[in-house]
C-alpha cells in the first residue's frame, strides 16, 4: 500500500540557493544587458554563486559589480577566459571548485558571427576560427565541467548538474547570406542532443536556448537604423522586441530544478518567429544577420 510520501512528489524549487554557475561570455558592452550578463544575474538572483568569464575582464568585471550591487559581494567573480583554450577552461572550472567548493550550473554562451560568405567565398582560416569560437570553446567547457559536476552528490530532484548552450534561430531555419553562423549554431543544437544524451546517466541535464532577433548591446552598439530595428519587430508572431533578459529566463528556468524533467529540449526564445516562417523569419535573418541575430 503506498504511502502519502510515494503518492506525493516532491515539489520543485525555483531556488538555486547553495548552487554553484559558471557563465561564459558574462561580459556586455558598457551597462548593456547581454545574454550572458543578463544569464549571471538571474541566476544570482535565484541565490546561486556565479562565476563570469569572460575574455573581456573589465566587461565580466560591470556584470559582477552589478550582482554585487543587489544580492552581496560574495556572489559572483570575474574572471578573464579565452574559452577556446583547453587550459583556461580547466582553470575556470578549477577556480570555481577551489571558491565555492562545487559546480551546478554551466551556460556555454560565447559566440559570434563570424565571417561572411558561402562556400564559395568564405575565407578558410576566418571559417575555423569561427567553429572554434562557437562550436569548440562549448565542448571544453563541457569537457571540464562534466566530472565537477559528477562529484556531486545525486539530488532526487535536481540531479547532479544543468549544462545550457546558447545556440540560436538561426540554426534552426534557412535563408542566412552567412555560411559560418547557421552552421555553427546547428553544430551547437545537435551537439546538445548528443550531450544530453552522453552525460543523462550521471544525472546531468543538457538543453539548448535559441535566441532570435533580440535587441542586444552586440546588435545596437555598431548602429541599428530604426527602420531595420522596426522590421525586426515586425517579423515575430507576437509584433515585440526581446532583449537579453528574454534569453536569461529560459537559461534560469533550464538550469533551475522546475525543468528536473527536461533534458534535450531546443528552446526558441524569438516571440514565435519560427514558429511562422512565412512571416518571413528567413528574410529577416538575411537583411539583418550581417550585423549580427541575438548574439551570445
Known sequence: MSTQDETIPPRPSRSLAGRVAIVTGAGSRSNGIGNGRAAAILLAEAGAQVVCLDVNLEWAEVTVSMIAKEFGDDKALALRTNVTKEEECKAAVDTALEKFGRLDILVNNVGVGGPDGTAVDVDVKQWARGLEINVTSMMLMTKFAVPAMEK??????AGRGSIVNIASVAGLVG???????????????????????????????????????LY?????????????????????????????????????????????????????????????????????????????????
Open 152 to 157: 556531486n552528490e545525486r539530488h532526487p530532484i
Open 175 to 213: 535563408g542566412t547570406p552567412i555560411l559560418l553562423y547557421p552552421t555553427s549554431k546547428g553544430a551547437v543544437i545537435q551537439m546538445t542532443r548528443a550531450m544530453a544524451s552522453h552525460h543523462a546517466p550521471s544525472g546531468i541535464r543538457v538543453n539548448c536556448v535559441c535566441p532570435g532577433m
Open 216 to 296: 542586444t548591446p552586440m546588435i545596437y552598439a555598431p548602429g541599428l537604423p530604426p527602420h531595420i530595428r522596426e522590421a525586426r519587430r515586425n517579423r515575430s508572431l507576437l509584433k515585440t522586441e526581446g532583449n537579453g533578459w528574454d534569453t536569461g529566463c529560459a537559461v534560469r528556468f533550464l538550469a533551475s530544478d522546475e525543468a528536473r524533467w527536461l533534458t534535450g529540449v531546443i528552446l526558441p526564445v524569438d516571440a514565435g518567429a519560427t514558429a511562422a516562417p512565412a512571416n518571413g523569419m528567413s528574410e529577416g535573418m538575411s537583411s539583418t544577420l550581417a550585423g549580427g541575430v541575438e548574439e551570445s
